[in-house]
């Protein structure tokens, strides 16, 4: 039902920045919760960003406050992770993920979402 694509990664030196982006397709776009998640090797996937469907409230994990900005343009059916003062923990594959949006979600755990991306690499060398 719904499609998703990122892209931006790539190889960058600590300190550097990056902004990720998705791309959505599908049924309505503007009514879903979109997230950020990255799973690091031999890691679990966890959360990093969350944005509600009105870009009016937005949640970061701990590691990535003031350094990471999410945002979303609806009329391009596109959702952004603005990385800056990258460090090497930020390496890993990062996700974009789509979730109906509920008055019960916490908007921070990964089965609270659908839908998901192929994801895209994100390398940060010291």
């Not at 003031?66 to 603005?82: C, E, H, M, P, W």
């Not at 659908?114 to 060398?125: H, I, L, M, R």
Request: glycine fraction near 12%.
């Amino acid at each position: 039902q719904v499609q998703l694509v990122e892209s931006g990664g790539g190889l960058v030196q600590a300190g550097g920045s990056l902004r990720l982006s998705c791309a959505a397709s599908g049924r309505t776009f503007s009514t879903y919760v979109m997230g950020w998640f990255r799973q690091a090797p031999g890691k679990v996937r966890v959360f990093v960003a969350a944005i509600s469907w009105s870009g009016g409230r937005t949640y970061y994990a701990d590691s990535v406050k003031g350094r990471f900005t999410i945002s979303r343009d609806n009329a391009k059916n596109t959702v952004y992770l603005q990385m800056n003062s990258l460090k090497p923990e930020d390496t890993a594959v990062y996700y974009c993920a789509a979730g109906s949006s509920s008055t019960m979600m916490t908007m921070k755990q990964p089965y609270e979402y659908d839908y998901w991306g192929q994801g895209t690499q994100v390398t940060v060398s010291s």
